[in-house]
């Protein structure tokens, strides 16, 4: 699963690059992220954390839009970030 974070960390240095939900799949699934498909004729995939409070959505188009992709980057940060702090009390 090495390959998840080394496509985290191509997203954070290139996100106009030409990213697929799959690959967003892959980094949920190691940062261990909820990332549900869209329901009821919708999009947007919906990533959560148990951890983070709100709901990012990921339209499924492709190419995923920078926008999505430095959201992701940065969820998964506070997402990591939440983890520690939960371990450390």
Known sequence: ????KKIL???GIN?????TIKE???VCEYYNLECAPPSGGGSHWKVSSEHLEGILTIPSNRPIKPIYIKKLVGYVSAHQDAEEDKGDG
């Open 1 to 4: 699963m090495a390959k998840a």
């Open 9 to 11: 960390e191509k997203m």
């Open 15 to 19: 996100p106009r690059d030409d990213w």
């Open 24 to 26: 967003v799949q892959k």
